[in-house]
């Protein structure tokens, strides 16, 4: 069977179905094609089932690619702003959880519905369990689709198929596949906002403490982030962790401050003076929670009585608090990973449209892209934002 459209969107994830939306709006003839059996899953299971469609304070600070001013264009054609106006339009209850971070007050489920009625609104015709076989471009410069539920023919392709993260619901290498076979370059693909591992010594040493949660700095480098962070059974999650993880390579060393309101070392000494006769555990315990306070002192030798403890190994225990230097051996990978950094190479694509630079009628959009945000709504935000804009040109 042959089906002629003048667009067919590969992928019917957020960034997909946001230009399916924008291209339909236009009177374009659309189809998104998908290979899983639900669609949209990302969304459902995002920001624990109320997902974080946006997030208010967006801008290009908050993401990652190699040409850190590639977002601005999308991000300023269709802004948070917009995407907060069309869930309002919608009537889904929203709430600003932290930090700017906007989720669904009932279900994501309400996103999904939003934009697959929208995509009714625009006559776009979205097909699951679609199994792409081939994709070239013809000598009349049209592009063939080969599935297997027959061929596409059209004149605009777009590639909307997402990372390589959680490959359980359908995440593939076939956008990184469709960009090689048309000559553009992929920046280096890992996992992003992902938890980190600990070798097995210190995974031994943290097993007891494994399931607390604390308030951290978290350092690599120059990048900061101070959020939640949790001891895992395999290493330490947390939005302090997933956060700094895009920014850590194996063989860095974290900087985590495990009391950033404090200087420990003085709290440490001025106590002993003051308390002398009150356990380093104790006072400790003001800081965090009681077993991360045993912890510590036994991994500096500084557990009892502060008056038997010297000066020095005091000093040492405070500064450990302040700056603990934690050596993570790997990510827990794209089996959880939120997202896939690298991508599609942007000095490859036009910002301003998404189009491939080289061949008329490419479109790359969304997490196949070398953009990657910040926790916290950012990453719908550039699929939205990505998808609206190659929706008004494809
Ligand atoms: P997305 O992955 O959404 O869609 C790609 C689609 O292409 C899928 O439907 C897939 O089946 C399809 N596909 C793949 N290969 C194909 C092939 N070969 N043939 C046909 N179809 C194919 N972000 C955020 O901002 N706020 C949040 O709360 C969360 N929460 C969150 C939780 C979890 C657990 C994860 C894993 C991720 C998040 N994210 C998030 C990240 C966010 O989900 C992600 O950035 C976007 O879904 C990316 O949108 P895309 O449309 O680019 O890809």
Redesign the pocket.
């Known amino acids: 069977m042959r089906f002629s459209y003048d667009v067919v969107i590969?992928?019917?994830?957020?960034?997909?179905?946001?230009c399916a939306i924008a291209a339909g709006k236009r009177g374009r003839q659309v189809v998104v094609?998908?290979?899983?059996r639900k669609?949209?899953?990302?969304?459902r299971?995002?920001?624990?089932g109320?997902?974080?469609?946006?997030?208010r304070y967006t801008s290009p600070d908050a993401f990652l690619s190699h040409n850190p001013h590639f977002m601005k264009s999308a991000l300023q054609q269709y802004s948070q702003h917009d995407f907060v106006a069309l869930v309002e339009k919608h009537g889904i209850a929203y709430h600003e959880k932290k930090l700017g971070?906007l989720?669904c007050d009932e279900s994501?489920q309400d996103i999904i519905t939003m934009l697959l009625d929208e995509c009714a609104d625009a006559g776009v015709t979205v097909t699951s369990e679609?199994?792409?076989e081939a994709v070239a471009k013809t000598p009349q410069g049209r592009y063939e689709i080969v599935s297997d539920r027959g061929t596409y023919d059209a004149e605009s392709l777009v590639i909307?198929?997402?990372?390589l993260?959680?490959p359980k619901?359908?995440?593939?290498?076939?956008?990184y596949d469709i960009a090689r076979q048309f000559g553009l370059g992929i920046r280096q693909t890992s996992a992003g906002?992902v938890p980190l591992t600990f070798a097995a010594e210190l995974l031994a040493r943290c097993k007891d403490i494994s399931g607390l949660s604390v308030e951290a700095e978290v350092q690599c480098g120059k990048t900061q982030f101070a959020e939640g962070l949790l001891f895992t059974h395999r290493g330490l999650s947390g939005p302090s962790i997933l956060q700094i993880s895009s920014y850590w390579d194996v063989g860095q060393t974290l900087s985590v401050n495990l009391a950033p309101a404090h200087d420990m070392r003085n709290v440490m000494t001025d106590k002993k003076r003051s308390h002398p006769k009150q356990d380093a555990q104790t006072i400790l315990s003001e800081f965090m929670p009681k077993r991360l306070a045993s912890l510590f002192c036994a991994l500096h030798d500084s557990a009892g009585r502060l008056a038997d403890i010297p000066d020095k190994k005091l000093t040492i225990l405070g500064m450990a608090v302040n700056d603990w230097q934690v050596l993570p051996n790997g990510t827990e990978g794209y089996r959880?990973?939120?997202?896939t950094l690298g991508g599609v190479d942007t000095d490859d694509l036009s910002s301003k449209t998404m189009q491939a630079r080289q061949i008329d009628g490419l479109y790359f959009?969304?997490?196949?892209?070398d953009v990657?945000?910040h926790?916290?709504?950012?990453?719908?935000?550039?699929?939205w934002s990505?998808?609206y804009v190659a929706g008004q040109y494809a």
């Open positions: 590969i992928g019917a994830g957020a960034a997909g179905l946001m094609l998908d290979h899983a669609i949209a899953e990302k969304i299971i995002s920001g624990g109320r997902c974080n469609f946006t997030n971070q989720f994501a679609t199994h792409i909307a198929s997402g990372g993260s959680i619901i359908g995440a593939t290498g076939f956008g906002l959880t990973a939120e997202v959009i969304g997490e196949v892209v990657t945000g926790l916290g709504g950012y990453n719908f935000q550039w699929a990505s998808g």
